[in-house]
C-alpha cells in the first residue's frame, strides 16, 4: 500500500496525543515526554515521531521514523534481547537503506523482552516490567491501522535479531495477516533444544515442572504448520550464543508439513542461500541464508538485515 505522507499527517499527529495522554494516566509527572514534530517533508530523523506507551506502569518509547519521499511501506525493527532499539540504526545500515527504499521505520524499546504471549507463574519477578508481543501487537501496531500499517493486504514488514527475531517471525505467524513478510536473524525458535537455556527458564519455569508451557504457545517450531505468511531466515554458522541448530530446526518443521526448493540454491563467499515455496499458504515464500564463520554479532546482522530488506521488496506490489 502507498501512503502519502502529507495525508497522514494530521491523524499521526491525533493519534500520538490520544496514546501519549493515556499512557501516562496516573503516572508521576517525573516521567519524561518528548515533544513530536511531525513535519515529515522535511529529511528524517530521530525526532519525526517520539511517544509513549504505557506498560504496567511502565512508559515504553514508541519511534516513528519516515522517509523523506512517499512512504512506500513500513518496517518494525525488533531488537535483541537487552539491546538498545536504536542500535539498528547506530550500528547497521539496514535503518539507512530501509529509509532509502522509502520504508516507514517503527522502533519500540523492548528492553528484556523475551516476546512471551503473557506472564507465567514461575516467571521471574524483573521479567514482567518487559512487554509481551501481545500488548506489543494490541497496543502498538494495531493503533496504526488507520494509517493503513499492519491491516490484510498492507506493505507492512518484521524484522528481528536475536531475541527479536523471535518476537518478528511469531508475530507472523500469529498475526499473518498484518503482515506481509517477516525476517528472523539468529533466532531461537524451539526452546526444546536446550532446556536450560536461562531466558527461557525464566519465562516459563523448569522443564521438568512446565512441560506443556514449553511445548505450547511459545514454541515457534511445534507451530510451523501454522505460517501464513512470507519468511526470511538467517544464520550464521559459528554463532555461540543462539545455536545454529535453531534456525535449521524451524526449516526442517516445515519441510514436513509442505515445504518444495523453488529456486536454485545458491553459494558465493561463504554465503548460503536457498529459496523454498510454503505449498499450503498459498505459495508464501521463505528464504534462507547462512554465512559460514558468521557470529552472533552486528556485522552478520548488517549482512543479513540488508539481505532480507532485499527480499521484502520483491514481495511489494
Known sequence: MTLNKKSISLLLLLLCAFIAV????????????????????????????????????????????????????????????????????????VAKTALNNQFAL??????????MDSFYPDMRKDYKNYPTRTWLFDSVLSPLNKFGWFTKNSNSFALGLSTGARGAVILGLEHSECFKGVAGLSGDYNPL?????GLMVN????????????????????????????IFLAHGSN???????????????L??????????TYSNEGVFVRNYTLIHSKLK???????????????????????????????MK
Open 22 to 93: 493515556k499512557s501516562f494516566e496516573g503516572q508521576k509527572s517525573s516521567v519524561p515526554r518528548k515533544s513530536l514534530n511531525l513535519q515529515f517533508e522535511k529529511p528524517c530523523n530521530l525526532s519525526d515521531t517520539s511517544y509513549f506507551v504505557n506498560f504496567n506502569s511502565h512508559p515504553v518509547q514508541v519511534k516513528i521514523i519516515c522517509p523523506s519521499k512517499q512512504i512506500k511501506g513500513v518496517l518494525l525493527l525488533l531488537p535483541g534481547w537487552n539491546y538498545p532499539d536504536l542500535d539498528w540504526i547506530t550500528k547497521t545500515s
Open 193 to 197: 533444544l536446550d532446556k536450560n537455556d
Open 239 to 253: 554463532d555461540q550464543i543462539v545455536p545454529f541448530n535453531q534456525t535449521i530446526d524451524l526449516l526442517e518443521k
Open 285 to 315: 515464500k521463505i528464504r534462507f541464508v547462512s554465512v559460514k564463520n558468521a557470529n552472533h554479532d552486528y556485522q552478520f546482522w548488517n549482512k543479513s538485515g540488508l539481505m532480507a530488506l532485499d527480499f521484502f521488496t520483491t514481495l
Open 255 to 264: 519441510s514436513k508439513i509442505d515445504l518444495s526448493l523453488s529456486n536454485p
Open 106 to 115: 517503527l522502533l519500540v524499546e523492548m528492553g528484556k523482552s523475551v516476546y
Open 203 to 230: 519465562c516459563l519455569g523448569k522443564y521438568e515442572k512446565n512441560v506443556f508451557r514449553w511445548m505450547g504457545t511459545n514454541n515457534i517450531s511445534l507451530r510451523a504448520k501454522e505460517f501464513q505468511t512470507n
